[in-house]
């Protein structure tokens, strides 16, 4: 099995494929296009790699930052999705936004990715909540249970004014769910005036 490759870059391929040289050997892996840019020809680099195996093919992932090779596991780790499909979320959304999505239940931003429809979103958020390191959303104010219910509503109503899912996600991120909902409200419009400004 092929764990990882530290070698030149030969080429980039429009399907996000790269061409891989390490001594003397070529090796195609399939990439994101994130991870496609950064990979300049002639460059050196290191890849993370998954050696998938079937019975009529071999293929390699491969992923500059560890922590998209540890999302790319847990992905596929889940019922139904196989490599292909972890790596069009992850060409979709960078590990730290699918952490987000997954603990604010954001089901719009899983659709994004093709193939992805409602009810397989809805599935993957449960099935990823408890494999994923989800921050602490809730918390205890006054003797009540606030957080994700507050940053639910803020969410919405971002939403309603027209601002798109990864600007909410963005600024959301910033912000204290144990605070009331007007007051985190007021906060996300804010930073969000300033960030289109």
Do not use: C, W
Not at 4 to 16: I, K, P, Y
Not at 29 to 53: C, D, G, K, N
Not at 165 to 190: K, M
């Amino acid at each position: 099995m092929i764990g990882s490759l530290r070698g030149t870059v030969v080429e980039r391929n429009a399907d996000s494929t790269v061409l891989f040289e390490v001594g003397g050997i070529g090796y195609l892996v399939h990439v994101t296009p994130r991870t496609l840019a950064e990979l300049e020809p002639t460059s050196q680099a290191f890849m993370h790699v998954y050696h998938h195996i079937r019975e009529d093919a071999q293929t390699l992932f491969g992923f500059l930052e560890k922590e998209e090779r540890v999302a790319f596991d847990t992905l596929i780790a889940t019922h139904g999705i196989g490599p292909s499909m972890a790596m069009s979320i992850l060409a979709t959304h960078s590990p730290r936004a699918l952490i987000d999505i997954v603990a604010t239940n954001d089901h719009g931003a899983l659709t994004l990715v093709p193939g992805v429809g409602k009810k397989t979103a809805e599935r993957l958020l449960i099935e990823l909540r408890g494999k994923l390191q989800l921050p602490v959303l809730d918390a205890m104010v006054d003797g009540k249970t606030v957080g994700t219910s507050v940053m639910t509503d803020v969410r919405e109503a971002l939403t309603g004014l027209g601002y798109s899912s990864e600007e909410i996600r963005e600024v959301l991120r910033d912000l204290s769910a144990t605070d009331s909902a007007e007051n985190v409200l007021r906060q996300a419009l804010n930073a969000l005036g300033v960030r289109r400004a």
